[in-house]
Structure formats: structure tokens, C-alpha cells
């Protein structure tokens, strides 16, 4: 059963950076690098939506609206996913989650079994 802890999040003014990092343990060692890993987001009063995602032939995929400006990365000896975030908005203020499954569609919140608890990013 994998598990998913992510970290990073924080306070940062409009244009500023954070890198947010996420853990996976307990599964098995193909199981990482089998799943397709995720982040999703989710502000307040609005649905969790896909920001970006990363298959295991390294591939990756992102929102329209972060394009340019975040990116997704893994390094699998470490088992751990990562999300740079550069000139950051107001409007990426949200909670944002890690998630790990073999999805379809890769941005598709209904498709991930696996979840972390989320970290908060506030950009202001």
C-alpha cells in the first residue's frame, strides 16, 4: 500500500518560488516506478484539478494554466516527486496533493487511488 507525504508548501508573495516534494514508501520498488505520479490542487470552494503529472518513462503533462511556469520531476532512487513553482500567482493559492495510480488520463482526479495529506501554498 503506497504511501504519500508532501512538503514545501508556505507563504510567498506574487512572483516568488517554492519547490514542493513529495515522499512515496510503503509499496514495493516496481510499484513506483510503475505508477504514474501527480500533483492535484485545490482552493477553497473550488474542485481539486490537476496541475501536473509524470509517467515512469519520465513523460509529463500539465495544466494549461501553469504551463511555463511549474514544473514536474521525480528522481526514483529517493522515491520522490517534485513540483518547482516559479513566478507564482495569487491564483495558485490552494492545497496541493500528491497522487500516485496507473490513470488513464493523467490529470483526471477519479483516476488516483493514492493520496498524501496535502500542503498549503499561499501566494499573496
Known amino acids: 500500500h503506497v504511501q504519500l507525504v508532501e512538503s514545501g508548501g508556505g507563504s510567498v508573495k506574487a512572483g516568488e518560488s517554492l519547490k514542493l516534494s513529495c515522499v512515496a514508501f510503503g509499496g514495493t520498488y516496481s510499484s513506483y516506478r510503475s505508477y504514474c505520479m501527480a500533483w492535484f490542487r485545490q482552493a477553497p470552494g473550488k474542485e481539486r484539478e490537476g496541475v501536473a503529472a509524470?509517467?515512469?518513462?519520465?513523460?509529463?503533462s500539465a495544466a494549461d494554466s501553469v504551463k511555463g511556469r511549474f514544473t514536474i520531476s521525480k528522481d526514483n532512487a529517493k522515491n520522490t516527486l517534485y513540483l518547482q513553482m516559479n513566478s507564482l500567482r495569487p491564483e495558485d493559492t490552494a492545497m496541493y496533493y500528491c497522487?500516485?495510480?496507473?490513470?488513464?488520463?493523467?490529470?483526471?482526479?477519479?483516476?488516483?487511488?493514492?493520496w498524501g495529506q496535502g500542503t498549503q501554498v499561499t501566494v499573496s
Open positions: 497522487a500516485a495510480d496507473d490513470p488513464a488520463r493523467w490529470l483526471a482526479e477519479n483516476e488516483y487511488d493514492y
Open positions: 509524470i509517467g515512469m518513462d519520465g513523460r509529463t
